[in-house]
């Protein structure tokens, strides 16, 4: 049974750093896309960042860019997401998502393409 098992969140003070990171198992694919969303409180969840198990693609919403950097290991299945010079507008729960058909809305990060996700990991920045 696939498993996504987010870590890593946290209360953060504003233009301080954390990363986060997402554990997958219970799955054999080789080609997939793996993300991230968040959902602040009062608005709708919204892809942040995906990247496809090729790793020669990685997405970024403009509110994240030159902030965040996503990575993949794909020996340990596992999704980091570097966040730097966070904002209080960051605050949300992050979730992680998979894709497991490596489609082209996948590696668009659209919600709608990935099929499995993480419980969530609260992200705080506030001083």
């Known amino acids: 049974q696939l498993q996504l098992v987010e870590s890593g969140g946290d209360l953060v003070q504003p233009g301080g750093s954390l990363r986060l990171s997402c554990a997958a198992s219970?799955?054999?694919?080789?080609?997939?896309?793996i993300g991230w969303f968040r959902q602040a409180p009062g608005k709708e969840r919204q892809g942040i960042s995906c990247?496809?198990?090729?790793?020669?693609?990685?997405n970024y919403a403009d509110s994240v860019k030159g902030r965040f950097t996503i990575s993949l290991d794909n020996a340990k299945k596992t999704v980091y997401l570097q966040m730097n010079f966070l904002k209080p507008e960051d605050t949300a729960i992050y979730y992680c998502?998979?894709?497991?058909?490596?489609?082209?809305?996948?590696?668009?990060?659209?919600?709608?393409?990935?099929?499995?996700w993480g419980q969530g990991t609260q992200v705080t920045v506030s001083s």
């Open positions: 998502a998979l894709d497991s058909r490596d489609s082209v809305l996948g590696r668009q990060c659209i919600q709608s393409a990935f099929g499995s």
């Open positions: 219970g799955f054999t694919l080789d080609y997939y896309v």
């Open positions: 990247i496809s198990s090729s790793a020669d693609n990685a």
